[in-house]
């Protein structure tokens, strides 16, 4: 499985910006997507994640609410939509692939992922 991260960039405080992940390859061992942050000088954080065929979200207290992850339809894509940006949401987004069955727990770690895109970088600053 290959992951192409896509769409970061700079935003105000309060900005929106939809990231996008492309999964090519054997996307038929998918289980779950899930999008992963790190800020400057800080370890990696679970920011949301989904089952590959949508029936189940989790999402990080500090973006509940804010953030959206999707997968439309049955395409190989699945969309990070973040929306209230403040400047605690300024690092590198990862996308990451698992190929193993998720829980509420599992989902959250890293260890739980297989395959990571290359990052996006997303700078909220006025």
């Known amino acids: 499985v290959q992951l192409q991260a896509s769409g970061g960039g700079s935003v105000q405080p309060g900005g929106s910006l939809r990231l996008s992940c492309a999964a090519s390859g054997f996307t038929y061992s998918i289980y779950a997507m899930a999008w992963f942050r790190q800020g400057p000088g800080k370890e990696r954080e679970f920011v949301a994640a989904m089952s590959w065929t949508g029936g189940s979200t989790y999402y990080s207290d500090s973006v509940q609410g804010r953030f959206t992850i999707s997968r439309p339809g049955t395409k190989n894509t699945v969309y990070l939509q973040m929306s209230s940006l403040n400047t605690d949401d300024t690092a590198v987004y990862y996308c990451?692939?698992?190929?193993?069955?998720?829980?509420?727990?599992?989902?959250?770690?890293?260890?739980?992922?297989?395959?990571w895109g290359q990052g996006t970088q997303v700078t909220v600053s006025s």
């Open positions: 990451a692939a698992s190929v193993w069955a998720i829980n509420s727990v599992g989902v959250r770690r890293t260890q739980q992922y297989d395959h």
